[in-house]
């Protein structure tokens, strides 16, 4: 009965209770003894997350989140375990799987976790986002969990394709987009811009669900603008 305690107690700190899946230290750990135990296999490692889950738990209550949560990680415990891989819950609504590569269709597990949502009736605003990185020689697993990170945070910013694949050109965007934010924070330090233009994705939950359509917050420009068309008026009333 002690030795029964004990094991319970130790796979209480191993698995989540809700998901049934390997917590997260534990699954990575156990993805590195995967990785090292069979370096000529070529792996993929997948992340994904469901878009706007915190207000899904708003909306339909804790208890149908955590439903779908639950769900989820029985289907990709399955998968996992069919393709003699690996299935790690990260917390909130953050999941991973470590597979051998091309054992399971991405287009397979999307449909799979979009029917775990669609349950309640509800669909583009709570699509999964799949994030997917392959190995390399001498890869380390948190560089292919950075990977597919950065995969999936491209396939949130894409509502037609959910599923992207990394590429090293990611690595480019993020410095551009990073050049864009420090350039735009140095501006607005500096005084040099009034306003912006903004447009902003409205979903339409009515009968037609799912359908976007876009708000247009207009503001004033730049200062130089500005200034520029200040100079213009100035010289017209001369």
């Not at 979009?114 to 009736?121: D, L």
């Not at 995969?151 to 910013?157: P, V």
Request: glycine share 6%.
């Amino acid at each position: 009965e002690g030795r029964t305690l004990v094991a319970r107690e130790e796979s209480a700190l191993l698995l989540d209770p809700l998901t049934g899946l390997k917590r997260e230290k534990y699954y990575f750990h156990s993805v590195e003894e995967l990785l090292k135990a069979h370096p000529e296999q070529k792996w993929m490692m997948v992340v994904f997350d469901i878009e706007q889950f915190k207000m899904f738990n708003e909306w339909y209550g804790r208890e149908a989140g955590d439903m779908v949560l639950a769900r989820i990680g029985a289907g990709i415990r399955k998968d996992a375990e069919r393709t003699n891989g690996l299935a790690g819950y990260l917390g909130n609504d953050d999941y991973s799987m470590f597979l051998p590569a091309g054992s399971l269709q991405m287009e397979e597990l999307f449909n799979n976790l979009h029917k775990a949502i669609m349950r309640y009736g509800v669909s583009l605003g709570f699509l999964p986002a799949i994030g997917v990185s392959y190995s390399k020689e001498e890869d380390t697993v948190m560089r292919l969990y950075d990977e597919a990170s950065m995969a999936m945070r491209n396939a949130k910013t894409n509502f037609k394709n959910r599923i992207r694949y990394f590429d090293p050109s990611m690595y480019t965007k993020i410095a551009s987009d990073y050049q864009i934010l420090s350039d735009f924070q140095s501006a607005l330090k500096n005084n040099e811009i009034i306003g912006l233009t903004v447009y902003l994705p409205i979903f339409d939950w009515g009968v037609s669900k799912g359908r976007v359509k876009m708000a247009e917050a207009d503001l004033e420009v730049t200062k130089p603008q500005l200034e520029q068309a200040h100079e213009t008026y100035m010289q017209d009333i001369r």
